[in-house]
């Protein structure tokens, strides 16, 4: 019979005690998964408490999961590390994991580190105070007021845009609202892309089936020629800074792209913009939005990318008669993100916070960038290497002086606990793209694995 | 020149009472928008206040937007109450604000005010302080393994549901995990829904243009033979507590179906189990999911109706064969739930929290249904009012004795201040529907607002 002895002057009742004792127990092993537990009169009896104490206990160890009931028979322990199981009793397979890199050049997460997690959590405990009650109210189909009215300020100050607090629908991720969208714009129309591009957008499209092509790039980016010539309807762009190659649209093919969408009715530009905020050479580029005379551009951003991948907060600006169209066929769908979230999110804005963490990432990215840039132009990599576009955003490319095939770089480099995008991971038809072409996903690299990093490429490139 | 005087014992700094009295001006209208506002250095002197003063307050006005800065011209007072314009200057319509009602039988969102808020701003903070930065990194595209773990716990213990943690997939509300179910099952396939049903439901497979039929239910609810006739391969169904029926559907028929599942490759159930919390009667009716022999059934449920709306969080468990298949095609897709929810929500179940809750939710809502139902039968409505199918969820039926059009009877009552829902209102052609008879979503109903609508209503079927 388990047999635990109490205490009387911890502060916590015999119940808990007891649930903790039996816990203990069940997760170091010494109750097996499946074994009975002592009925609760005898063990109140062996342990001398009441049988309510038991009762208590037990339930919530239930509660809990650890044991489990089988009416008129009593109670069982759990197999609390479950084994990865279907319902037929074969194995799942686990979750592959990802191996880990020394120097990982792929991942282009921002670093937590430069959060202001401090202030974050004081407007999320004050959220708590201040919303009460009110942070369980349905939230409207596109937001909370507050949150689009701090993000129209911040497109005004930011971006020079003009945009009413309705013109804006906030939604749990970028990816969500492109489903929106899609049923938003029409399912009948053609979707182009962006080719090289960051893949998940078209496999989005392509998971929807809709129609998509992929355009490629000259050196302005996407020619409204290329789009006339694809028979797209609705195009995908990131005009400010296009990932991976970097390249700011400049004015002439935006006004080009302006005047393709204005020609035929139907035809939509959907502006990513979602690298804007990272740009260290000169003024912000003004949006397609703010240029656009004729309803044709939908704006999107999102805050993922500046404060948190776990911030799971994007925001689409439509034009007056798409909004209308929103309103009318998909406003019944529920805002997707959650009211606490929103209303720390709007705080953080409307008290400026936002603002000056963009400004210090800003310069904290600018300096990495720089130490980097400068790590590979004067270290052992010198003279292989020639770094291209580097006025923007969280990466940079950078060609090296090899022979190798862009797979053997990779593999090799992986050997050596090194991960490498390769810009031909960008194409559909990686034979299109400029060989040997590294895409330096900077924001995330250690001072120390850098230089290992690079020592470990040079010697890789001499080999060949 | 603006004039202010400051107060140096209000322990508030210079800069931030300057800055209060010129937002104050700003939003009382006394600046109005377009004024350019002094130069830093003569705002200063004549305040005789330091420039740096005057330049942080400058500084807050603009990152909250109540200003804005032309570049070598200076600070205008931005247009703060912004009137609702689109790009082209033309007003945009306002959202319609929805009538109030003194009686509301439309809407059943749950009690805010039986909530557990204490416990749950508390987990909350803990989550904040213990979790830390892991709130900024992003979660695994199915939701975090803690909440996934809570979960499976929760269907082993209240449902009988034995579920692997590795199954369960979290989204930003059911309305989002349909758009993940009709890529992970295919637009090619039929949809089948339940008519009458929840409107919602029907719209977002149209929205997303996919073959769709309605079906309509006999007294045990949807039967296979009208499944088999439809040609449909998935079906909605919602077998615990139909809605707005109230049907809950017998085993031999739940067999039925289960069997016509499995006669095909491609057949699917989605068993939308979102009321199954609310059982007053006997023991909770165990799910189709776990009589399913053949991975046929994919269960549905959400935290919006136990919790609150505003906790954007719901999940699917898929059968180990689809949950491959979604992780090969679908598992891009970033989890849309927050973290920080996620940990908080993990925490409320696995301290036992979510199950007191649950339990005394029913034990409210059963009180209240039975106060509802005792003041129809013995109120001015007696004799004119049968009441149907009262066991379970969170409304019942009632037929009144009138020869008013359902649209009549609703007209009326909301002249009077009620709001009605009818069952015709849940059928795509309301003439199959049984007349008369009244969706009572009773969760919202205040004790006063209903002996004054019940007599309303009584007047109101004496007129005809």
Known sequence: MLTYTFSKTEGISLYQQLYQHIKGDILAGRLAAGEKLPSKRMLADHLEISVITVKNAYEQL????????????????????????????????????????????????????????????????????????????????????????????????????????????????????????????????????????????????????????????????????????????????????????????????????????????????????????????????????????HEKVIYLNTFSKTIAPSIRTSYMVLPPHLLQEYRRRLSFYACTVSAFEQYTLAQFMLQGRYERHINRMRNRYRQKRDTVIQAIRTGPLAGRAEIMEQDAGLHFLMRLDTRLSDQELR????????????????????????????????????PEALQWGLQRLAELLEET
């Open 62 to 293: 239930l509660a809990e999961g650890y044991i489990y009931s089988v009416e008129k028979r009593g109670y069982y322990v759990s197999r609390v590390e479950q084994p990865l199981r279907g319902q037929e009793g074969h194995a799942l397979p686990a979750t592959e994991e990802e191996p880990r890199y020394v120097l990982d050049l792929v991942t282009n997460s921002i670093s937590a580190e430069y959060f202001p997690f401090t202030v974050w959590a004081r407007l999320m405990r004050q959220t708590i105070l201040e919303q009460d009650k009110g942070l369980l109210r349905p939230t409207p189909y596109n937001g909370i007021l507050l949150l689009r009215q701090a993000i129209a300020r911040h497109l005004q100050q930011f971006r020079g845009m003009t945009v009413d607090p309705e013109q804006i629908v906030i939604g749990a991720g970028t990816e969500f609202l492109y489903h929106l969208l899609i049923q938003l714009l029409g399912r009948d129309r053609c979707y182009a892309v962006e080719e090289p591009g960051y893949s998940k957008i078209p496999r989005i499209y392509e998971s929807n089936q809709v129609a998509l092509e992929r355009l490629a790039l000259d050196h302005s980016g996407l020619s409204a020629t290329a789009l006339e010539k694809s028979g797209a309807d609705v195009v995908h762009i990131s005009p400010s800074h296009h990932y991976p190659t970097g390249i700011v649209m400049p004015i002439t093919r935006r006004q080009e792209l302006l005047r393709w969408a204005a020609e035929q009715e139907g035809r939509y530009i959907l502006e990513d913009d979602y690298d804007s905020e990272f740009r260290f050479v000169g003024r912000p580029i003004p949006t397609m939005f703010s240029a656009d005379r």
């Open 411 to 446: 593999r090799r480099a992986a050997e050596q606990g090194i991960r490498l995008a390769l810009l031909s991971d960008y194409y559909r038809s990686p034979e299109k793209a400029p060989p040997h072409v590294v895409v330096v996903n900077y924001s995330g690299i250690e």
